[in-house]
C-alpha cells in the first residue's frame, strides 16, 4: 500500500522543520534558511515540494518584492493528518480538538493602517473568544467600510473601532504580537516583557470578495492561534 500523499511530502527531516517552522509563524525564505542552518537552495528545493502537495502557499513580500513569504496551510494539514491516521486503520482517525470556548492572553494585532487586516484579526477574537485583543497601524488611517461590512455579516459590529497609532502601546506587555502585513512587520517596534512575535502574511484587500477572503483566513488562523496559546500556558 502506498502511503498517503501528506506523509510522503512531510516525512523528509528537511520538510518536517519547515512545516514545524511554519506551523507558529509565515516565514521569508531567509529567515526558514537561518533558522533550519541549510542552504538556500535546498530550502527553497523542499519549499517546492511542500507548495506541489498544497500544504504551504507562497506570496511575494509587499515590503520587499525579492522575498517570498511561506504559509502553512493548517486546515489542509489538519484534514490530512486524520486521513493518513485512518489510513493506516479506522481507529486511528485524528479529531481536531475542540476549540478553546475563551482565552485569557493579551494579543496585539498590528498593520500598516489599522483601517481592516487587523481591525478584523482584534475583532474576531474578541466576539468569539474573549480575551484583551487589541491592535494597531503605523500609519492610521480611517477603518475601511467594506472591513466594517463584512464584519457586520458575521454579526461583529466594527462601526465604532478607531484606528490607533502603534505608539499608544509602548510599555505593554502581550502574550503575542501578530503583523499581519509585511510593511509593518519591518518597522515593528520591540514590546518588552511580551511573549512571541508572529507574522501573518495577508495582502492588502482592495475589494469585497478580498475582503471576505481575509475575514475567512483570519478566522481560521485566530482558532489556530488559541490551541498555541492553551498549550503555551501549559
Not at 518536517?16 to 535546498?42: F, H, I, K, Y
Not at 466576539?127 to 464584519?151: E, L, N, T, Y
Request: glycine share 8%; proline share 9%; with cysteine.
Amino acid at each position: 500500500m502506498t502511503p498517503p500523499p501528506f506523509l510522503i511530502a512531510a516525512g523528509h527531516p528537511v520538510r518536517w522543520r519547515l512545516l514545524s517552522e511554519l506551523a507558529g509563524s509565515d516565514r521569508a525564505v531567509r529567515e526558514l534558511t537561518a533558522l533550519l542552518g541549510q542552504p538556500q537552495n535546498l530550502v527553497s528545493y523542499h519549499l517546492g515540494k511542500l507548495r506541489k502537495a498544497a500544504l504551504v502557499t507562497a506570496r511575494r513580500s509587499s515590503a520587499d518584492g525579492r522575498d517570498t513569504y511561506y504559509s502553512l496551510d493548517l486546515p489542509r494539514c489538519s484534514a490530512l493528518l486524520a486521513g493518513a491516521g485512518a489510513a493506516l486503520h479506522p481507529a486511528l482517525s485524528l479529531t481536531p480538538p475542540p476549540t478553546p470556548p475563551s482565552y485569557s492572553g493579551r494579543v496585539l494585532f498590528l498593520c500598516t493602517g489599522n483601517s481592516a487586516r487587523s481591525q478584523m484579526a482584534e475583532a474576531l477574537l474578541r466576539h468569539h473568544h474573549g480575551g484583551a485583543a487589541f491592535s494597531a497601524g503605523s500609519r492610521p488611517k480611517p477603518i475601511h467600510p467594506h472591513a466594517v461590512a463584512v464584519m457586520a455579516a458575521r454579526g461583529i459590529d466594527l462601526s465604532a473601532a478607531r484606528p490607533k497609532h502603534l505608539d499608544e502601546f509602548t510599555g505593554d506587555r502581550f502574550d503575542f504580537v501578530i503583523t499581519l502585513c509585511d510593511r509593518v512587520k519591518e518597522v515593528c517596534p520591540e514590546f518588552p516583557g511580551s511573549g512571541r512575535r508572529v507574522h501573518w502574511s495577508i495582502p492588502e484587500p482592495a475589494d469585497l470578495p478580498a475582503f471576505e477572503q481575509v475575514a475567512d483566513d483570519l478566522t481560521a488562523r485566530v482558532t489556530f492561534l488559541l490551541h498555541l496559546g492553551v498549550s503555551n500556558d501549559h
